[in-house]
């Protein structure tokens, strides 16, 4: 079964290359590297979901390459198998302790080979799957601030990098208690949720941002946006808000 997950091969041998990649490519799609460099490159390009890394090659070693693979931010954690021929245990510990997943010696069994790389693949599946609900708030399926505390962080250096501004709007549902009261928990739980996607439905922007703050909080990051910008964005905001007519019998009147 073919999955869309993908595997990225790196080794110098070319008999090796095609012999893993017609072990594996029914099932994933398959990525070939002959050298460290090629590798390397691959793995930023592609973002595959495993690699299988050969230990003996000229120029740069399999050793050399995960100790690279695991100090760039885009690759770090990308799981590494090392697939070798090597027999001394010290290569295998050294593979291990640089952050290899796995260890397949040669010569191995082929259908110990693909269990292994459906293994490591189902749990990079589960992480992918954990991280992103890690990053959602349940209720309003907007962004939590867990992930608002590391989108700050990226916007803020990019900012400071870019030398560019960004805005940053918090919004507060006026008198979400009182609604709460009358209308029930129910009732305020399902304003939020359409309160959230009022508000992302006017961020339009792939980098604009929108996550639950708090109770009846949310925080708005608009990058590279002008007070003014900001300003416009969030009317349109108010506007779709206003839009949804909520009622709210006993609050007091707001006009703006
Ligand atoms: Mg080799």
């Known amino acids: 079964m073919m999955n869309n997950q993908k ?61 690279k693979l695991k100090k760039e931010a885009e690759t770090s954690a990308i799981p590494v198998i090392f697939v070798t021929g090597e027999l001394e245990v010290n290569k295998e510990e050294r593979g291990l302790k640089l952050g290899a997943c796995d260890y397949i010696q040669k010569p191995f069994k082929i259908a110990i080979l693909k269990a ?27 962004a939590n601030r867990r992930r608002y505390n590391e989108v700050f962080d990226i916007e803020w250096l990019s900012a400071l990098r870019e030398k560019s501004v960004f805005s940053l709007v918090m919004i507060d549902i006026d008198n979400f208690k009182g609604f709460n009261d009358c209308y029930g928990h129910a009732a305020g739980d399902r304003a939020l949720e359409k309160v959230a996607n009022a508000i992302s439905g006017q961020l339009k922007r792939p980098r604009d941002f929108v996550a639950r703050y708090g109770g009846e909080e949310f925080v708005v990051i608009l990058p590279d946006t002008s007070t003014q910008g900001a300003i416009d964005i969030m009317q349109a905001c108010r506007k779709a808000v206003e839009a949804l007519q909520i009622k709210h019998e006993t609050a007091p009147v707001m006009v703006i």
């Open 116 to 142: 292994r790389v459906r293994l490591h693949l189902k749990m990079a599946r589960q992480r992918t799957m954990l991280a992103q609900l890690a990053n959602i708030d349940p209720l309003t399926s907007v």
């Open 7 to 67: 595997v990225l091969i790196i080794d110098d041998e070319k008999a090796n290359l095609k012999f893993l990649r017609d072990i594996l490519k029914d099932e994933v799609e398959v990525i070939l590297a002959k050298d460290g460099n090629q590798g390397i490159k691959k793995a930023i390009e592609f973002r595959p979901d495993l690699i299988l890394l050969d230990v003996v090659m000229p120029v740069m070693d399999g050793f050399e390459v995960i100790e």
